[in-house]
């Protein structure tokens, strides 16, 4: 599917893109997904430290 853009004459035509395609769909989960890894990530450094913490002791 393409739309003439411009002078009659030019007929430059641009690509458009159905946002309810499959590619459009797939590429939405993409971004959802690497916005949940954003949050989980500070979430996992903060676990691993405190298990170090809880783990870690003086030597005997």
Same mark, same amino acid.
Request: hydrophobic letters at 45%.
């Given at each position: %599917?393409?739309?003439?853009?411009? &002078?009659? *004459?030019?007929?430059?035509?641009? #690509? *458009?893109?159905? #946002? !309810? =395609? &499959? $590619?459009? @769909? %797939?590429? @939405?989960? &993409? /971004?959802?997904? $690497? !916005? *949940?890894?954003? &949050? +989980?990530? #500070?979430? %996992?450094?903060?676990?691993? $430290?405190? +298990?170090?913490?809880? /783990? =870690?002791? #003086? $030597?005997?």
């Amino acid at each position: %599917m393409y739309r003439v853009v411009g &002078h009659p *004459t030019e007929q430059l035509q641009l #690509p *458009t893109v159905d #946002p !309810e =395609s &499959h $590619a459009a @769909k %797939m590429e @939405k989960n &993409h /971004f959802n997904s $690497a !916005e *949940t890894a954003v &949050h +989980i990530i #500070p979430l %996992m450094l903060l676990l691993c $430290a405190v +298990i170090l913490w809880v /783990f =870690s002791g #003086p $030597a005997r």
